[in-house]
């Protein structure tokens, strides 16, 4: 399948009774985007939503994960519900049903309603209370229908970038912002998965963290020990807890301060899978200045490929995860949630956009998990990542991922070759299995 998130691809972020996010503070600040685009419209899918569904099973996905807006759910953040932003969710899901394409909901891929921010947002543990009340509220109308749910997406990326580099929302600094922002996910997505499951008894409930492998710049032994603390802030610091029960070893005493006797406990709950987004790998060199002075950051190989964002690529490093989880964290039942590629498209032409770079990205990475699954790593889906160009984040509406064009001046969707070849191996695969 393929995935998307709501603030990227919704738009309509006044309709229907949703209030503001830090993603739309953010977004309206000047400078904070590179080209100045906000999610106002986006991909305009709260409108379009049945073309889109209806795009998708023309292409024979089978299923497709988009995530829930807390702001068109509970517009204040705690308190009220608004049947009419759970509204534009029942009708999505009931599209893709009709349309024989298995939903899975995440219930929070960086949009925090705004007066959450304003009480603190992820600063404030009561946050975790807050996840709960909003968690049940989605769950209690669609869990009739959506069964898988993940509580949180990347909540390491969430933490780094918005509350430690500030280049994501909410824009917040330094170690400390971090630090909190990482330990109230941590503890929200606990908190989340036992207030659902006590719900309903028939869901399959995850969450999804942004993995990958981490090498240090050299062999330097400062290189090699800020290549170690990185991989606890990215790749750990949310394997730890949830599987584990601790927090990895470089960070347990900087966590010792946060957390609260029974956190621990609250956190390690049993999941029915993982979902994990995976890009490529990161290479580590010591940098006393940077944020994360406790890790430094970044130094690629010369020569190594790169997507237009300058993201290493290694379908390897995929398969190098998966088997760090077999080994490592008792093999849990795996979805690639995400996988997917930012490269410079060509205009559409003749009813299509040729992208064979990102065709030739997803096929290393479909080989890679066939890899996996031979080595015998629970691997049990994947969705690419994603449907449509959209709203990426700081880069804005320049950067694309999409396996279908959008013209954000038209609305128009142009299937691109990445879409047409998924939907050869998805409907090979649909007719291959029993
Ligand atoms: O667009 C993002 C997504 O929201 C989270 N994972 C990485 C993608 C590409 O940057």
Redesign the pocket.
């Known amino acids: 399948g393929a995935s998307t998130?709501s603030y990227?691809i919704e738009g309509a972020v006044k309709e229907g009774g949703r209030k503001p996010s830090i993603w739309d503070t953010f977004s309206h600040t000047p400078g904070r985007i590179a080209d100045g685009t906000n999610g106002d419209i986006a991909c305009d899918h709260y409108n379009r939503y049945p073309g889109d569904v209806e795009l998708m099973a023309k292409g024979g996905f089978q299923a497709y994960r988009f995530s829930i807006a807390w702001p068109r759910v509970i517009p204040d953040g705690t308190g009220q519900v608004n049947a009419a932003g759970l509204d534009f969710y029942d009708r999505l899901v009931d599209k893709l049903l009709e349309r024989g394409i298995l939903p899975m909901a995440c219930l929070y891929?960086w949009d925090l309603p705004q007066a959450l921010q304003d009480r603190g947002g992820w600063h404030n543990r009561d946050i975790a209370g807050w996840f709960a009340d909003y968690a049940r509220a989605a769950v209690g109308r669609l869990g009739d229908r959506v069964k898988p749910w993940a509580m949180l997406?990347?909540p390491s990326v969430h933490a780094i970038f918005g509350h430690g580099f500030g280049n994501h929302a909410p824009g917040l600094t330094g170690w400390p912002s971090y630090v909190m922002a990482q330990h109230h996910q941590n503890l929200a997505q606990g908190t989340g998965l036992t207030a659902v499951r006590a719900l309903r008894g028939d869901l399959k409930l995850g969450t999804v963290f942004?993995l990958q492998p981490i090498y240090p710049a050299s062999q330097d032994p400062a290189d090699v020990a800020a290549a170690q603390r990185f991989d606890a802030c990215w790749n750990t610091i949310n394997l730890d807890p949830l599987f584990k029960g601790s927090y990895p070893a470089p960070f347990e005493n900087v966590f010792a301060q946060l957390v609260k006797p029974g956190d621990m406990e609250a956190i390690r709950v049993p999941v029915d899978f993982l979902g994990m987004?995976y890009?490529g790998p990161s290479w580590i060199k010591h940098d006393p200045a940077a944020f994360l002075a406790q890790a430094g950051y970044g130094a690629v190989p010369e020569g190594t490929p790169r997507t237009l964002l300058g993201w290493p690529i290694s379908a390897q490093g995929l398969v190098e995860v998966l088997t760090r989880l077999r080994d490592q964290y008792g093999n849990p039942p795996v979805f690639i949630t995400?996988n997917g590629a930012c490269y410079e498209d060509p205009a559409p032409a003749n009813g299509v956009v040729q992208d064979p770079e990102r065709v030739e990205y997803i096929r290393a990475h479909l080989v890679a998990c066939g890899e996996a699954i031979r080595q015998g790593c629970a691997l049990n889906g994947y969705f690419a990542?994603s449907l449509l160009d959209n709203f990426?984040?700081a880069e804005g509406e320049r950067r694309r991922?999409g396996l279908i064009n959008v013209d954000f001046a038209t609305q128009q969707r142009t299937p691109k070759a990445s879409y047409l070849y998924l939907s050869q191996i998805m409907r090979a695969h649909a007719a291959a299995r029993p």
């Open positions: 998130s990227q891929h997406n990347e942004s987004n890009y995400e990542w990426e984040w991922f």
